[in-house]
């Protein structure tokens, strides 16, 4: 969690008085359009608080002046880190519990709680580091965050009991909020827009390989010497820093160009008009104030219902695929569909002793798993440019819908351990998710925006991971068929969303 990092704002429409008239006619007819009838307002719409201005157009002119080399995708892969660095906080955790459930003296209930435990931090710090984000920058927050995550973790290593193992994984959970979310909206900001769907889906879709690539992030992060780099171009901008902007540009144009950073093109950029608040109160109240209207709380509201559906399912299920492959493994499953394999393999044996023992095929079987999910994801990452964010946000959600029913019904244990081991390419729906929000926020208020959506997201995984560690052993077979439907949903709301 010590990966930090730097990058650049978002993309702007054209801007002339012909336009400025049309979307102030469009602003108008927006008030009386339904959630249900939506179409994306340009980011630079004019309102009181946030007026047109040539400033953004002109970086997103530079940004693609300088173009997609080796220093935009060296601090995507920083980035990256940081985000497998977040993934392999959670799920290593649903590896290590099954190990040690006799040692901690655990229930399954208990379990489902403490993988929670992240996601009610995330869910409590989502809306007060959204703020900080946009206010302070994404470098300061994610290099403070991170480390404070990092130092944390560490302590949790050291606990010896379950109490004191949870409240060092709820330090953790406060902290770990920004190198959850925000990476999705620095890398959004440093690549031309040409490029910028695919990078998200490429990056969404190798986070996924966290918990197979843990010892070569160790063997390659040791050796390397880190550095504080430099902040976002547009959070600059946005700051009325357009020299600082313009010198990040350079340095840029420099390193993927092999020139000097005095070569780059442009010389300048327009300072845009910025607002000043009385006090930290008064901002934070302005930035909400401008998200909660119409125009972007509705695509607030659709972009956290997406969220809260994959994390429901994916920390629900996919947090519990290792432990449902080894009750898998260890018992007679033939002819038995899944629920009844768990529902047949108690916490205890007939005498009474706690049975933790796991099969190394569930090791095996949950490697080859992850990898041939990362493989499936970055191969459909790299066409992200062709199928479109929506229909791979449809593709996600109808086809892990049709797992969930079908897993009901299958009673070959090769099958059934092959189903719910493709639950974590839900995870690929994340990415289009975010890449949706980088198209409709403005800067200024981009980085709370994707807080609090993955605030909401968070939610779901806390209800997910807590009801599925409840019910598992219960109603599994309705529990199942609950998830298929909440995705289902999910999938019909995504039609909202333009293509």
């Not at 009838?37 to 953004?56: C, I, N, Q």
């Not at 119409?294 to 519990?320: A, R, T």
């Not at 009750?327 to 205890?348: F, G, T, W, Y």
Request: glycine fraction near 6%.
């Amino acid at each position: 969690m010590f990966c930090c990092c730097l990058f650049a704002d978002r993309k702007a429409k054209v801007n002339s008085v012909l336009l400025n008239g049309i979307n102030r006619n469009i602003l108008k007819l927006f008030k009386y359009l339904s959630f249900f009838k939506m179409s994306k307002l340009p980011e630079t719409a004019p309102t009181a608080e946030r007026p047109v201005y040539p400033a953004s157009a002109e970086l997103e002119r530079g940004l693609d002046l300088v173009g997609l080399g080796w220093y935009n995708l060296r601090y995507c892969m920083t980035l990256l880190l940081v985000l497998l660095s977040s993934v392999m906080e959670t799920v290593g955790t649903t590896i290590l519990l099954p190990a040690a459930k006799c040692d901690l003296n655990i229930s399954d209930k208990q379990r489902g709680l403490v993988f929670s435990i992240p996601y009610i931090g995330i869910f409590l710090t989502s809306y007060f580091y959204g703020y900080l984000v946009d206010t302070q920058g994404r470098r300061k927050m994610l290099i403070y965050t991170s480390l404070l995550t990092g130092c944390t973790n560490i302590l949790a290593a050291f606990m010896p009991n379950l109490l004191t193992f949870s409240i060092c994984k709820f330090l953790t959970s406060l902290c770990i909020s920004v190198p959850f979310a925000i990476p999705f909206t620095f890398i959004g900001e440093i690549v031309p827009a040409r490029y910028r769907d695919m990078l998200l889906s490429l990056v969404n879709a190798l986070q996924t390989a966290g918990a197979i690539l843990a010892s070569l992030i160790a063997w390659a992060i040791i050796p390397l010497d880190f550095r504080i780099d430099v902040e976002s171009p547009k959070f600059l901008l946005s700051q009325g820093k357009p020299e600082a902007a313009l010198k990040v540009l350079q340095i840029m144009y420099a390193a993927n160009k092999r020139k000097q950073p005095e070569d780059f093109p442009m010389k300048s950029l327009p300072t845009p008009p910025t607002l000043k608040y009385k006090s930290v109160f008064a901002s934070m109240k302005g930035h909400t104030m401008t998200l909660m209207k119409w125009q972007y709380f509705k695509y607030l509201l659709l972009n956290g219902s997406l969220l809260f559906g994959i994390f429901f399912v994916l920390n629900g299920i996919n947090m519990w695929v290792f432990e449902v492959l080894n009750r898998i493994l260890s018992n007679d499953s033939n002819d038995k569909i899944v629920c009844e394999v768990i529902m047949a393999h108690p916490q205890h044996n007939d005498e009474g002793l706690c049975d933790d023992s796991i099969d190394i095929a569930a090791f095996k079987i949950n490697t080859m798993a992850q990898l041939f999910c990362s493989v499936i994801g970055l191969g459909i990452s790299l066409a992200v440019t062709l199928i479109g964010k929506k229909l791979l946000l449809l593709t996600c959600f109808y086809l892990i819908g049709a797992f969930s029913i079908v897993l009901n019904h299958v009673t070959c244990d090769v099958l059934t351990a092959a189903l719910i081991s493709l639950f974590p390419l839900l995870a690929l729906a994340i990415g289009p998710v975010n890449a949706y929000a980088l198209q409709i926020f403005p800067t200024h208020i981009r980085g709370m925006a994707v807080c609090v959506c993955m605030m909401v997201g968070r939610l779901g995984s806390i209800s997910g991971s807590a009801l599925t560690g409840c019910l598992i052993n219960v109603v599994c077979t309705t529990m199942f068929y609950g998830n298929s439907l909440l995705l289902i949903a999910c999938g019909s709301l995504t039609f909202f969303h333009k293509k």
